[in-house]
């Protein structure tokens, strides 16, 4: 397999970068969760994983993202640009706690 798992979060990660914030998603707090607030959050745990190790308020906060994404996705159900940019998110939240796991981190060095 040529795409390894660290060098497809990194790639997914630097293809995430160039998306827009959706313009919908301001001021929306779908089942209770702030899209910015959620959004920062996760890329912050994403880059941080890309990076090295995270810390266990990290690593809570990729299971709580991820979740929260879930849980909003039915929500932007009508705004494809939305459903799009935190489908893409999640994709790269569970990268990163995979790469955390202790069969991630073996891959890494290998």
């Known amino acids: 397999m040529s795409d390894t798992h660290p060098d497809r979060l990194a790639r997914l ?3 995430f970068l160039a998306l ?3 313009r919908s998603c301001y001021r929306q707090a779908p089942v209770g969760e702030d899209l910015v607030l959620l959004d920062s959050h996760l890329a912050g745990c994403v880059s941080a994983a ?3 190790p995270l810390d266990q308020r990290r690593r809570e906060a990729l299971h709580h993202g991820i979740a929260a994404v879930h849980r909003i996705l039915p929500a932007l159900a009508d705004d494809a640009e939305a459903c799009e940019y935190f489908t893409r998110l999640r994709e790269l939240a569970v990268l990163a706690v995979e790469r955390q796991s202790p069969e991630g981190a073996s891959r890494q060095g290998s």
Do not use: E
């Open 13 to 15: 990660w630097q293809d």
């Open 20 to 22: 827009p914030f959706p």
């Open 50 to 52: 890309l990076t090295g």
